[in-house]
């Protein structure tokens, strides 16, 4: 017998949200957690996130068109990048799409201008 996939994440996943998140782009509900999810992907300044809006729903505990508008809202903004990526058949018209954030893609030097112009020490939210 095939296990099939669990629809949630996994028991002891996660994702950090970091204070500039809010003190800078004034993030907030359900749009500072997807951020913060895409973010935790992408920090590394090459990742992106690829994963399906089941699991975006399942972090914030909205509904799948609720979960789109804020992805536009977030691309619209300029906080997030998106790349439509067409499946591998031919046939087939639909797509998937990768994001990241914007933040990710700067260097380390425009990263620590753009956070000390909010004072404090805050983090890039890259793993030391």
């Known amino acids: 017998m ?3 996939p669990s629809k949630n994440p996994k028991y002891g996943q996660g994702f950090g949200i970091y204070d500039w998140m809010i003190r ?3 993030l907030q ?3 500072l957690i997807i951020y913060a999810y895409i973010h935790s992907f ?3 300044g090459e ?3 690829y994963g ?3 699991q975006l729903c399942f972090w914030t505990g909205k509904s799948k068109p609720t979960v789109i508008k804020v992805l536009q809202k977030l691309v ?3 906080l997030l990048d998106r790349e439509e990526v067409p ?3 031919k046939t087939d018209k639909r797509f998937y799409c990768r994001y990241w954030t914007s933040f990710s893609r700067m260097s380390e030097t425009e990263q620590e201008q753009l956070l000390s112009s909010i004072g404090g020490n805050s983090k890039t939210g890259k793993e030391n």
Do not use: H, I, Q, V
Request: aromatic share 12%.
């Open 76 to 78: 619209a903004t300029g």
């Open 42 to 44: 992408s920090k590394d």
């Open 47 to 49: 990742g992106m996130y």
């Open 2 to 4: 095939t296990k099939k």
């Open 24 to 26: 800078l782009f004034e």
């Open 29 to 31: 509900g359900d749009a």
């Open 52 to 54: 399906s809006l089941r």
């Open 87 to 89: 499946y591998t058949d």
